[in-house]
């Protein structure tokens, strides 16, 4: 179960690469769990906002509205999303459209015939809608139905989403389209039964991730944020149109989004005849984008946006743009929406050391954790659980030791380090096995890592911190120590880091060497804690001190 599609994304992506079985599809190499069931308790929560991720929400918005209107027709969804050819027999339609299936199956409208039976029998079991046709798909084509079976259920006045799909790419079909699309008709449906939204189920038989997107993927693991957009108060433009008039006002929505793709400007009036907001902003969004499309200057575009609802529309586009106009300053934010993207922006950081924000310089130690969260996860789908094996004193600590003393003697015997590794690969390693370590006393030690995640507000459950998935959750602790600590401002040089890492280390050393190494001694996740942290300040120095060995750093940890 997840608060909405963002979380259940990004874990999705971290479940497939750790743990799914590549397999070679028509030549392509993916990554595939089986049988994977996703809940999602708000699934009106649909905007996708991820660094990384550079989704378009202006496509999706069109193919939704596009669907539910029971089209299949290339000219409009090829003008939003060009790609969508690839997929077409004859260039022309889609064959395996799920709309035209849903409106019009052999006569019958799906939509309407489910509305109507939940009207009539709110606790009917028989609400469901289907896409697979045994009788036209099975044969070769680029366009068989991936999401084949919808059902609808009503219970304690909440309307519930269960769909099936048979192939689910996580990439472009999940998070591009699928969550987006349901839960809009799911809106839809719950407003023409009277009910209130309920939980989204999402049944993947193949969920999968091409490995094109791989490297992406581990970018976005890597640069995950507590919040999403709708932590900060955002909410969606609510849909309220009776069925009885939804085609007729789909006509009408159809024939203004034509004039704004010949070009057409005059249209604010016809905009704002709709009264139904969801249709209405939707409409606003699309004329955006095609004066974007037909050349129209980023001051245009800006004023556009800064007219929007304050909705998580007007945040999809604000992030759209300032993304692909390259400018974070396009748009006048207001109060609320300056503090989402100061947070926003302030951990997107995997490509530029130097981002700012207003008001806010990006914090190097951010970036730096990023770049080593990707150097676990690609390590961990190799060696896996090695780094366990034998313990904690001998497995775990025995790595974390073994780093150590390779920095000792560098750094005070001034040895110079091996050509396959240099100081900072180790110092990079000894913070990622530190890493590691904390989630170990999380899951192993779970009292004292309790009282110890205490001291920070909002943390998530105790097993997120578990494991090798846990990795991420450890790693927003510590940037929350390191950022609440006055003390690093303090350390400017290799030596007296080293001086802070030595220190943290003896300790460490003596609890679990002098002592009873099996005893639940609270020192062991404040001075683990401290010690990354040291290894990680040793690498913000390198950063500035060092510039070309930490870009080689960096490169090494993107060919690995």
């Keep these: 179960m997840f608060k909405n599609v963002t979380y259940a994304f990004r874990e999705g992506l971290r479940k497939i690469l ?70 077409s027999d004859d260039g022309k339609v889609w064959r395996g459209a799920y709309g035209s299936r849903l409106r019009n199956w052999q006569g019958i409208d799906q ?28 044969l070769d084509s680029k366009d068989i139905p991936c999401n084949n079976w919808l059902h609808f259920l009503i219970r304690d006045g909440r309307l519930h989403l269960n769909v099936s799909i048979r192939s689910n790419d996580i990439w472009w079909g999940f998070s591009g389209i699928n969550t987006f699309e349901w839960s809009v008709l799911h809106e839809m449906m719950a407003y023409w039964t009277r009910s209130k939204v309920g939980e989204y189920s999402h049944f993947a038989s193949s969920f999968h991730l091409y490995e094109r ?64 907001s969801f249709l209405r902003n939707s409409l606003e969004m699309l004329y955006i984008y095609n004066r974007y499309l037909l050349g129209a200057e980023g001051e245009e575009i800006a004023q556009l946006i800064e007219e929007l609802p304050p909705n998580d529309f007007k945040i999809g586009a604000i992030e759209y743009f300032s993304r692909k106009l390259k400018n974070r300053e396009l748009v006048k934010l207001q109060d609320k929406e300056r503090e989402y993207f100061q947070y926003f922006w302030g951990a997107d950081v995997a490509d530029n050391l130097s981002v ?104 998530e459950p105790i097993e997120h911190y578990w494991d090798n998935q846990g990795f991420e959750s450890v790693v927003k602790i510590l940037i929350r120590r390191y950022d609440n600590s006055g003390e690093w401002e303090q350390i400017s040089n290799y030596g007296d880091c080293f001086a802070a890492l030595s220190k943290n280390y003896k300790v460490l050393e003596d609890i679990l060497i002098n002592g009873d190494w099996r005893s639940s001694d609270p020192r062991k996740c404040s001075f683990a804690a401290d010690l990354a942290i040291s290894a990680m300040h040793f690498l913000v120095l390198a950063s500035q001190k060092e510039p070309e060995k930490f870009q080689k750093l960096l490169r090494y940890i993107e060919m690995l």
């Design 111 to 138: 939509i309407e015939e489910v509305a109507r039976l939940l009207r009539q029998d709110p606790n009917s079991r028989r609400a469901v809608m289907v896409i697979f046709d045994p009788a036209q798909d099975y």
């Design 356 to 459: 700012t924000v207003p008001g806010k310089s990006v914090v190097t130690f951010s970036f730096i954790f990023a770049k080593l969260s990707i150097l676990h996860y690609k390590k961990s789908l190799v060696y896996k659980d090695s780094w366990k094996k034998h313990g904690e004193l001998l497995g775990v600590f025995g790595n974390i030791a073994r780093k150590y003393d390779r920095i000792e003697v560098i750094m005070k015997d001034k040895v110079k380090p091996t050509s396959d590794e240099s100081l900072l690969d180790t110092v990079a390693d000894m913070a990622v096995y530190l890493t590691k370590y904390m989630t170990y006393l999380a899951e192993h030690y779970q009292t004292i890592f309790k009282e110890f995640i205490g001291q920070y507000p909002s943390v």
């Design 213 to 276: 997107h791989y490297q992406p993927a581990e970018k976005i693991i890597a640069t995950s944020q507590d919040k999403t957009l709708y932590d900060f108060g955002f909410t969606n433009p609510p849909f309220s149109i009776p069925f009885e008039e939804f085609d007729e006002a789909m006509v009408r929505w159809f024939a203004i989004e034509d004039k704004m793709r010949q070009g057409e400007t005059n249209l604010r009036q016809e905009i704002n005849n709709f009264d139904d």
């Design 18 to 87: 750790q743990e799914g079985e590549v397999i070679a599809v028509r030549s392509h190499e993916t990554k595939e769990v089986r049988s994977h069931l996703i809940k999602i308790s708000s699934p009106l929560e649909r905007v996708y906002l991820i660094p990384h991720r550079n989704n378009n929400i202006f496509a999706q918005i069109a193919e939704t509205l596009w669907m539910i209107a029971g089209r299949s027709d290339m000219a409009f969804l090829s003008h939003y999303l060009p790609r969508a050819v690839d997929f």
